[in-house]
C-alpha cells in the first residue's frame, strides 16, 4: 500500500499570499495518477487536479500541480477567502487507492 | 449534469450489515467510462478508499475490507450499493459515494452519516 504524507499539517497564510502544499508518496505513483482534493466544512470533497498536474473541469487557473514519481505539490498562486479549506491528495494508481492525511489551509 | 444521492440508514446495530444505495442522475450508470465507488471518512478524520465498481460486473477492494465488503451495480435502477458486514464502532463515518472517471473520484454524492452503535 502507497502511504501519502502531506505537509504542512496545517498552513497559516493570509488572503493574496501564495500557498505550496506537499504531498509525498512510499513509492513511486505509476503514471503520475495523483489528485488534489478541497474539502470545506460539511461538504464533500471536490476534485481539483488530476494526473498530477490536470485541472479539473471549472477549477480556476490559480490553483496549479506539479511533481511526478514521489513528491508532488499544489499550489495555489493567490489565496481567496473561499480557498480555506482542507486539502487531500490520492493516488489512483495503485490498489488500494490512499488518501493523505490532509492539509487544513487557515486563515493567518 | 451527474448527480449522486446516498440513501440515509443512520444508525446501524454492532454486527450487523451495513446496507447503502446511491441513487446516479443525469446519466447512465452503464456507461462503460464509468466505475462507481465508495469513499468513508470518520468524524474529524481522513479519507479512506473503501472499492469500486462497474455495470459489467467488475469490482476492486480496499484489502482492508475486502473480507467485509461487496459493491453491485443495479443498472435497472441506475443506482449502486454498498454492503459492509459486521459492523463496529470503528465503522462509524461519512459515507460518500463517487463516480470515477476512469479512477478518479470526480463526482461525488453530499455524503451520509452512518453511525454504528447499539
Known amino acids: 500500500e502507497i502511504v501519502l504524507t502531506q505537509s504542512p499539517v496545517t498552513l497559516s497564510l493570509s488572503p493574496g499570499e501564495r500557498a505550496t502544499l506537499s504531498c509525498r508518496a512510499s513509492?513511486?505513483?505509476?503514471?503520475?495518477?495523483l489528485a488534489w482534493f478541497q474539502q470545506k466544512p460539511g461538504q464533500a470533497p471536490r476534485l481539483l487536479i488530476f494526473g498530477a498536474s490536470n485541472r479539473a473541469t471549472g477549477i480556476p487557473d490559480t490553483f496549479s500541480g506539479s511533481g511526478s514519481g514521489t513528491d508532488f505539490i499544489l499550489t495555489i498562486s493567490r489565496l481567496e477567502p473561499e480557498d480555506f479549506a482542507v486539502y487531500y491528495c490520492?493516488?489512483?494508481?495503485?490498489?488500494?487507492?490512499?488518501f493523505g492525511q490532509g492539509t487544513k489551509l487557515e486563515i493567518k | 449534469q451527474l448527480q449522486l444521492q446516498e440513501s440515509r440508514p443512520g444508525l446501524v446495530k454492532p454486527s450487523e450489515t451495513l446496507s447503502l444505495t446511491c441513487t446516479v442522475s443525469?446519466?447512465?450508470?452503464?456507461?462503460?467510462?464509468?466505475?462507481w465507488g465508495w469513499i468513508r471518512q470518520p468524524p474529524g478524520k481522513g479519507l479512506e478508499w473503501i472499492g469500486s465498481g462497474s455495470y459489467s460486473g467488475s469490482t476492486y477492494y480496499n484489502p482492508s475490507l475486502e473480507n467485509r465488503v461487496t459493491i453491485s451495480v443495479d443498472t435497472s435502477k441506475n443506482q449502486f450499493s454498498l454492503w459492509l458486514t459486521s459492523v463496529t464502532a470503528a465503522d462509524t463515518a461519512v459515507y460518500y459515494c463517487?463516480?470515477?472517471?476512469?479512477?478518479?473520484?470526480?463526482?461525488w454524492g453530499q455524503g451520509t452519516l452512518v453511525t454504528v452503535s447499539s
Open positions: 490520492q493516488q489512483y494508481g495503485s490498489s488500494p487507492y490512499t
Open positions: 513509492q513511486s505513483v505509476s503514471s503520475n495518477y
Open positions: 443525469g446519466g447512465s450508470i452503464s456507461s462503460s467510462t464509468y466505475f
Open positions: 463517487a463516480e470515477l472517471t476512469p479512477r478518479v473520484p470526480t463526482t
